[in-house]
Each structure stands twice: as C-alpha cells, then as structure tokens.
C-alpha cells in the first residue's frame, strides 16, 4: 500500500515568515511529485511539480526533493494571508500502472 | 482560455441507482483524470484517460468507470451507487509539455446518495 504522510496541522506562521511543508511518500520507485493548494470549498490547485532530486523554484515557493530519503517539502518565502490553505502532497508512481497517492493534506494558517 | 467544466454540479441519487458525470477539458489537453473527495479519504484518484485509452486507475472497485470520447471530453459512471459514494467528484485536464506540466481542476460534482 503506498502512503504518503503529511502533517495535518494546522501550522501556524507570522505575516512574512517562511512556511516549511513536508511530506514523506513510502514508494521508493515513485517518479513524480507534487504539490497541490487548496482553499475551503475550492478545488486544488497545482503549485508545483518535481521530478528530480534538488530544489525547484517558482515565484515565493520552493520544493525540494530527496528521494534518497523518500521525503519531497514546500516552502513558501514570506507568507501572506493569501497562503492560508490546505496544502496536499501527491506522488505519482507504480509500474506499469501508476496512481497519483495524495496525503491528507497540511492546513496552513498565516497570521497578519 | 476556457477552464474545465463539469456537469452536473449537483446531483442527488438513491442507493441502487447509476450516475454518469461529465467533464469537458482545457482545449488542446488530452489527458483527464478523476479524483473523488471525502472528508475522511481525503483526495483519491480514480483513473486517468489519455486520447480515449484509460492510461491509469487508482484502487476503486469496478462499479467506477470512465471514458474519453474523441474531442477528450470525459464521462464517469458509478453504477449500483452506495451510501459511502458520497462525496465530491472532481476532474482534471493537464498537459506535459518537455518538462512543464500543467494540472487544472473543474468545480467538481457534488454527489449525495440516499
């Protein structure tokens, strides 16, 4: 069963911090991954998509990946109140057949 | 650019009966997938369509099943609807581009058995 652990939160960050998200997936052949926000009562939007080990920016995010240690985070450099949301990690792997797995997501509060 | 659409966005079944929910993609994406929503399953993908060919399917039994049609709009259905089928229907369009992706969702369809 491939798992994807995501603390659920909610994390709470001052107006301007950085916010540090981070997700764990137990697939050691997953390929892609994913990162996904989510207002209340909207549909999830794709932020950002990471295949290679390393960092990936774009714009105040950044996502890094290690597959070595089988764990893929999000940061977002100084956080407005427009971040506030639910933030959903999804990994992408199978062979042959391969499933987007989502975690439960991490609700992301940020504070004025 | 138009966005997904997804009809209807509201239905309300009976246990027992079927539904069918449709998708209409970006234009000039080609893959669809369906994801379900629940409050206690969280996001769950169901299956993925790519030029009229089912490319992926996640865990769910065979009662959930899909198409793409020629134009990639996407149909689902769920026959012999149950209590626990409940929840929000979501698709999405997305294209690969090289190494740009780009994933849009519709609104989702609000599906209540009863």
């Known amino acids: 069963q491939k798992e994807v652990e995501q603390n659920s939160g909610p994390l709470s960050v001052p107006e301007g911090a950085i916010a540090s998200l981070n997700c764990t997936y137990s697939d050691r052949g997953s390929q892609s991954f994913f990162w996904y926000r989510q207002y209340s009562g909207k549909s999830p939007e794709l932020i950002m998509f990471?295949?290679?080990?390393g960092d990936k920016e774009d714009g105040r995010f950044t996502a890094q990946l290690n597959k070595a240690s089988q764990y893929v985070s999000l940061l977002i450099r100084d956080s407005q109140p427009s971040d506030s949301a639910t933030y959903l990690c999804?990994?992408?792997?199978?062979?042959?057949?391969?499933?987007?797995?989502f975690g439960k997501g991490t609700k992301l509060s940020v504070i004025p | 650019k138009a966005g997904v659409t997804q009809t209807p966005r509201y239905l309300i079944k009976t246990r027992g009966q079927q539904v069918t929910l449709s998708c209409s993609p970006i234009s000039g994406h080609r893959s669809v997938s369906w994801y379900q929503q629940t409050p206690g399953q969280g996001l769950q993908f169901l299956f993925e369509?790519?030029?009229?060919?089912?490319?992926n399917k996640g865990n769910f039994p065979g009662r959930f099943s899909g198409r793409q049609f020629s134009n990639s709009r996407s149909e689902m259905n769920v026959s012999t609807l149950e209590l626990g089928d409940s929840a929000l229907y979501l698709c999405?369009?997305?294209?690969?581009?090289?190494?740009?992706?780009?994933?849009?969702f519709g609104p989702g369809t609000r599906l209540t058995v009863t």
């Open positions: 369509y790519f030029s009229e060919t089912q490319r």
């Open positions: 999405a369009s997305s294209l690969l581009a090289g190494t740009t992706y780009e994933q849009y």
């Open positions: 999804a990994v992408y792997s199978g062979a042959g057949s391969y499933q987007l797995t």
């Open positions: 990471i295949y290679s080990n």
